[in-house]
């Protein structure tokens, strides 16, 4: 914006003064050559006036040649004196003859200017009185001497011009900046917004659209804020709710004669009680913290999770994990989740005997990949994953969307691919960015059903 306001107003005040200063220099070089005009009809009068009684006696020649020696100097115009009998006192025409006819109509008794061929002036002016006929008073103005003084004149409307223009963009450009730093703030409040701190708010400023602007994002960064705190206290209330049944069925599990499977369904209902203490939590977390959890160590308390299952069904689970902690952009829950789904759809969909692996590592620019591949029959179309509520195997579909949308979520990628060359099995590939610093968080959620 800064730029094109400067290449506007360059422009603008250049055709400005374009009309302005075109008409000026053809003024300034007509004025010139009036007012050169003026002076060497001003020496020819007064010659013809100082001439016009000597001319009438016998030495008037000797006077005459006095007087107009006197008017001529170096870098003057060449005043000359024509008389009757064509005789030329003074400085005589450098090309030519002296009589023209341009002296012959001043010997009619008019006095004129003259414009010659090679773009200077003749000022003639008669002398009346002579006594063999009229002489004629001639100055020559030649082209340099007619417009003296214009190019200086043009070099001060030049340095004019561009002071305007400098000014212009001067003024533009702290219009500019002006207008620039208002846009500029205004987007950094709408990055805070964007990346969770409801809290930021646009400082009214600049002209009055930008003023605006920043009033509605006001507005809107209110209502956003109201709307998403009612969601979070719905969602808490509602995983609130969910005690009295838990509660019952904890005393339900109480009242079962066989202990062990007393045992087992109490470590259920537990597993579910943090499952809604979870929620709650998530429901009222701040926004602005910065979500930053180990993908090793949850790949290996997911997969410890899933390997009482995995044997059941005689499977050979492989964990390939670094021994040093990973960090990635994605809450630990929702990490944990992911593992599930894709854990999850290996041990539902695929033939019991079926081999998975569960492979995490250290990216190149610091981030990390999560790779879950198994030798099973592959997905239905090898070319694309299944979408959203879409499956191929009876179920919701949900899984690997779940796995999809929290990778892109934390700005990183989500691809699936044949895990042969031959086109059987199927790997599932999610990429993190690094995880911003931070505190080193909390341990892995604790297994749920």
């Known amino acids: 914006m800064r730029r094109s306001l400067l290449l506007l107003t360059a422009a603008t005040t250049a055709l400005v003064l374009t009309a302005l200063l075109v008409p000026l220099t053809l003024l300034t070089r007509s004025h010139a050559a009036d007012r050169a005009t003026a002076e060497a009809t001003a020496r020819a009068q007064w010659v013809a006036h100082a001439l ?28 000359s004196l024509i008389l009757a ?56 103005l030649t082209e340099r001497q007619l417009y003296a003084g214009t190019l200086a004149s043009w070099l001060v409307l030049a340095g004019i011009g561009v002071g305007l223009v400098l000014l212009g963009l001067l003024l533009a450009d702290r219009l500019g900046a ?23 708010r646009a ?46 069925l904890r005393l339900d599990a109480e009242t079962l004669r066989d202990t062990d499977e007393a045992h087992r369904i109490a470590a259920d209902v537990t597993a579910l ?18 979500p930053r959890a180990d993908l090793a160590a949850v790949a290996r308390e997911r997969a410890a999770f899933w390997a009482p299952l995995a044997e059941d069904q005689s499977r050979d689970a492989r964990t390939t994990t670094p021994d040093s902690a990973t960090y990635v952009p994605v809450p630990e829950d929702e990490l944990a ?29 610091g981030g990390a990949e999560l790779t879950v591949a198994d030798e ?36 990183g ?17 999610l990429t993190f960015p690094p995880a911003p610093p931070g505190e080193t968080p909390s341990a892995p959620p604790a297994p749920t059903c």
């Open 52 to 79: 016009g009684p000597t001319l009438a006696t016998a030495d008037e020649r000797e006077t005459a040649e006095q007087t107009v020696e006197s008017v001529n100097g170096k870098g003057l115009a060449r005043t």
């Open 85 to 140: 009998d064509d005789r030329v006192i003074g400085p005589g025409p450098r090309s030519g003859p002296a009589v023209t006819d341009p002296v012959r109509l001043a010997r009619t008794g008019r006095a004129f200017t003259y414009e010659t061929s090679s773009g200077g002036r003749l000022v003639l002016v008669p002398v009346q009185g002579a006594k063999d006929g009229t002489a004629v008073v001639q100055v020559t």
């Open 178 to 200: 002006r207008l620039v730093g208002a846009t500029r703030r205004l987007a950094r409040t709408a990055d805070r917004l964007a990346a969770g701190d409801l809290t930021a």
């Open 203 to 248: 400082e009214p400023e600049g002209p009055p659209e930008l003023r605006l602007i920043a009033g509605e994002l006001n507005r809107l960064a209110a209502r956003i804020d109201e709307l998403l705190t009612a969601e979070r206290e719905n969602a808490a209330d509602l995983a609130h709710r969910l005690r009295t049944p838990v509660a019952a």
């Open 273 to 290: 009680e943090r499952s809604v203490d979870e929620v709650i939590r998530k429901a009222r977390r701040p926004l602005r913290e910065a």
């Open 337 to 365: 989740a992911a593992l599930d789904a894709l854990i999850g759809n290996v041990l539902d969909h695929t033939p019991q005997g079926t081999d998975f692996s569960l492979t995490v590592r250290r990216t190149a620019g």
């Open 376 to 411: 099973g029959p592959g997905f239905p179309d090898p070319a694309t994953a299944p979408g959203r509520g879409t499956s191929g195997a009876g179920s919701t579909g949900l899984g690997l969307d779940i796995a999809r949308r929290t990778a892109e979520e934390a700005g």
């Open 413 to 429: 990628r989500f691809g699936t691919a044949p895990a042969t060359e031959s086109g059987t099995g199927a790997r599932v590939t």
